[in-house]
């Protein structure tokens, strides 16, 4: 039987995350299993509830899956596994299906779904909820998942390292995941969820960088667990910025959704009011990959020493406006931004994590008893530049596949071991959170201004040397003081600022989000940059 006490009693699959990936998976092994969801603070705490755009799927007829699988291939820059994103794009219809039967209120014009548009899609395919998707896809899922008597939701919980054959009662040198150590964050107490089965699907390390239209709590976590328990890591180097974030002193993260530009928006000079996009990509202009976009207002900003550019779709009538974006409509005009009528001042911001855990096509990782999905994850799909509306789309995919693969050898998987408690006995109450605070404030700094948009390899190496230095400093702090969910985020947070540093200085050429002035061109061959523990 599941339970959640601290005693480590086991359950049938632990899933750790309930975004897209974590309760796609859940649901589909509630079916036969009893499944636990831990989450870190709220249920609705992860990307999945802010997405915007939508979901692509390949629905109209003039529409096919090649179409969608060479824009997928072209905004990768050639990284992407073809097998995967053939894998992905041809699942895309069922997956829009499956939503639309949990009762997620897609958008329709004379019955059909309306499709809308965004960079790098040659055409319209965008599934959408208005412009707050991922509102509406987390709703539908958590309303369904908590409808299921198989499915136990345990939100609150902050997970520290995975349980593996070191934490056995009686020491084993395999390597096997067990489950996971988690913080209980009302209570302060470290409990034991054992398992047969790990799913990790934990989102993405946004919360690295400065500027991030991610939430707060995407800082990492699951990859640096993966990391330290001997999962390969790959193409960390690739962080997508997004073109378009809010400009606002007071509303940092905001996003302005690329269905702006998709809908006939144009990015704007602020003083002179010039269309500046015909001077990087004069074919596709707004709509050109994020990678090429994010890189044109960088320059723009940078050589003109702006603080943002304009983004305006006032041209279009003020009904189609509002009727398209609702929310970021309603939203501006409390900051005194009506966009039905004026220009939106916006800047590039970190958006997504397009490296992550190295997995199959079955969501496994390199550790036995340890499945991946979402955003965690590096299964191929975006190379060196993720299309947009692909995450959700790979969530929803991959958290399916991982469920089939668990359920498929469910019978070859062996019950677990007796395992140690979480071991406290040489740690006491910090009196220096002081130290946190400002760690977790340096990284971000250095890393959006040296690991940004453009690099060079002396910036790496300088954020290298940084990240050293704060690595002894925060393990010995480690060491020392009882876990908070402060501690454990701004460790996983240096681990991954970690892993995207070695991995950008790997790289020796510009492909996708890696742009180095120390290396411009691209290399004959793409391969991925695969860090192994
Ligand atoms: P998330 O939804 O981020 O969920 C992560 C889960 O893991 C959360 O429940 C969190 O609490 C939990 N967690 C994390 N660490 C721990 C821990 N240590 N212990 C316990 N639990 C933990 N993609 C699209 O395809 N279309 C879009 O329109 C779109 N718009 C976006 C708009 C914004 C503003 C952002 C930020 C992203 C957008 N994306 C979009 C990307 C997409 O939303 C994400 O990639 C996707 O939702 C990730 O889902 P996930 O399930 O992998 O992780
Ligand atoms: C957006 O709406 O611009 C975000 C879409 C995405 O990240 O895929």
């Known amino acids: 039987m599941a339970t959640h006490d601290a005693s480590g009693q ?26 636990l969801v831990l989450a870190k603070g709220s249920l609705t705490g992860g990307s999945t509830a802010w997405a915007q755009g939508g979901i692509a799927a390949v629905l109209d007829a003039g529409d096919t899956f090649d179409n969608h699988v060479r824009d997928t291939m072209v905004a990768g820059a050639g990284l992407n596994d073809p097998d995967t994103v053939e894998f ?26 309306h499709l809308t548009r965004e960079g790098g899609h040659s055409h319209r395919r965008i599934v959408h909820v208005d412009d707050a998707t991922g509102w509406a896809v987390q709703e539908a899922l958590l309303r369904a998942a908590e409808a299921n008597p198989n499915i136990t939701l345990l939100p609150g919980r902050t997970c520290i390292d995975f349980i593996t054959d070191r934490h056995r009662e009686q020491f084993s040198a395999a390597g096997r995941v067990w ?5 209980d964050e009302e209570s302060g107490r470290v409990e034991r969820h054992v398992a047969r089965a790990t799913i990790l699907a934990t989102g993405g390390a946004g919360r690295v960088y400065q500027f991030s239209t991610a939430p707060r709590g ?29 400009y ?16 006939g928006g144009h990015l704007l000079h602020p003083e002179t009011g010039r269309r500046f996009m015909v001077d990087y990509d004069p074919e ?15 320059d723009q900003i940078k050589r003109f020493g702006l603080d943002y550019v304009h983004l305006d779709i006032s041209h279009q009538p003020a009904d189609f406006v509002k009727g398209h974006f609702p929310t970021i409509h309603d939203k501006l005009m409390t900051l005194g931004i009506d966009m039905t009528a004026q220009p939106i001042p916006v800047v590039p911001a970190q958006h997504y994590t397009c490296g992550g855990v190295v997995v199959d096509l079955d969501a496994r990782t390199d550790i036995p008893g340890l499945w991946a999905a979402g955003e965690c994850t590096e299964s191929g799909l975006h190379g060196a530049n993720r299309l947009a509306s692909n995450s959700l789309l790979e969530c929803f995919v991959f958290g399916e596949a991982a469920a089939r693969d668990i359920l498929g050898r469910w019978d070859s998987l062996e019950a677990p071991p007796a395992i140690l408690p979480w071991d406290e006995s040489r740690v006491a109450d910090s009196d220096e959170e002081v130290v946190i605070k400002q760690n977790w404030t340096e990284i971000r700094r250095f890393m959006w201004n040296y690991v940004g948009i453009v690099r060079t390899t002396k910036r790496l190496e300088r954020a290298a040397s940084r990240i050293d230095l704060l690595m002894r400093e925060v393990d010995e702090y480690y060491g020392a003081f009882r ?3 402060d501690l454990i985020e701004l460790r996983n947070l240096l681990q991954s600022a970690q892993l995207i540093v070695t991995s950008a200085l790997r790289r020796k050429e510009s492909r996708g989000l890696h742009y180095t002035l120390d290396y411009p061109e691209l290399a004959d061959e793409a391969k991925d940059t695969v860090l192994v523990p």
């Open 483 to 485: 876990v908070t969910t």
């Open 88 to 113: 992905v794009i041809s699942r895309a219809p069922q997956s829009i299906d499956r939503l639309t039967e949990l009762g997620v209120p897609f958008n329709r014009e004379s019955g059909d779904l």
């Open 248 to 263: 606002n002193l007071d509303v940092k993260n905001f996003l302005i959704t690329e269905a702006v530009r998709g809908e």
């Open 10 to 35: 086991t359950h049938d699959v632990v899933i750790i995350g309930s975004g897209a990936a974590g309760l796609t998976a859940a649901l589909a092994l509630a079916e036969t299993r009893r499944v």
């Open 218 to 246: 995407a800082t990492g976590d699951g990859i640096a667990m993966a990391w330290r328990a001997g999962a390969r890591v790959s193409n960390m180097e690739m962080m997508q910025f997004h073109p378009t974030c809010l």
């Open 284 to 298: 596709r202009m707004e709509l050109a990959p994020r990678d090429v976009v994010a890189r044109a207002i960088d």
């Open 179 to 183: 489950g996971v150590y988690a913080l």
